[in-house]
């Protein structure tokens, strides 16, 4: 008895569209007419894995953002354990609110994209002003203006590169 060829990956029907096929070209249950799904497609459901200089570069960034944070708290005086603990925290929620857009960018539609991406340089950027003790309208100023910013050129660069 004969056995069919597998297709190269490029012709193949995606796992997920293998249950639309005819009634009389249906195959058991669990089986796919070209084999199994495999872990890629898996994957993509579940968000992108990173890659050890990616997450390398999320933890500089914390801790790069952490240290600018305890030098403009500092303004110079000597440090003191609430500036480290500000840095730590500043630092770490920044790296964890980046990986997290990170892990899940590529399922967001490119405006949800651009705006996530906005508002999290807007909220960084406009903490770090407010720490050198200008107004909360000033600082909240500043972040709107960076954060809309960051939006219209991330929604043009989406927008002009994505299929």
């Known amino acids: 008895m004969a056995t069919p060829l597998r297709m190269p990956a490029h012709h193949r ?3 997920h569209r293998a249950s639309r096929v005819s009634a009389r070209e249906r ?3 669990g089986s796919s007419r070209y084999g199994p799904p495999h872990s ?7 968000g992108h894995r990173l890659s050890p200089l990616a997450l390398g570069s999320l933890l500089l960034l914390g801790i790069g953002y952490g ?4 030098a403009i708290a500092r303004s110079g005086g000597a440090a003191t ?3 480290l603990a500000l840095a730590l925290i500043s630092g ?3 790296a964890a609110l980046t ?3 990170v892990r899940v960018q590529h399922s967001l539609i490119r405006e949800v994209r651009a705006a996530a991406w906005g508002t999290l340089t807007g909220c960084a950027v406009g903490f770090l002003y407010s720490l050198t ?5 000033l600082s909240t100023g500043i972040g709107l203006v960076l954060g809309v910013s960051a939006f219209l050129v991330l929604f043009y660069l989406y927008y002009t590169r994505e299929p």
């Open 13 to 15: 029907t995606p796992w």
């Open 27 to 29: 195959l058991p249950q």
């Open 40 to 46: 890629r497609d898996r994957d993509r459901d579940r």
């Open 67 to 70: 240290g600018y944070t305890s």
């Open 81 to 83: 354990y609430r500036q």
């Open 92 to 94: 770490a929620v920044l």
């Open 99 to 101: 990986f997290a857009l």
């Open 133 to 137: 003790g200008q107004s909360v309208l």
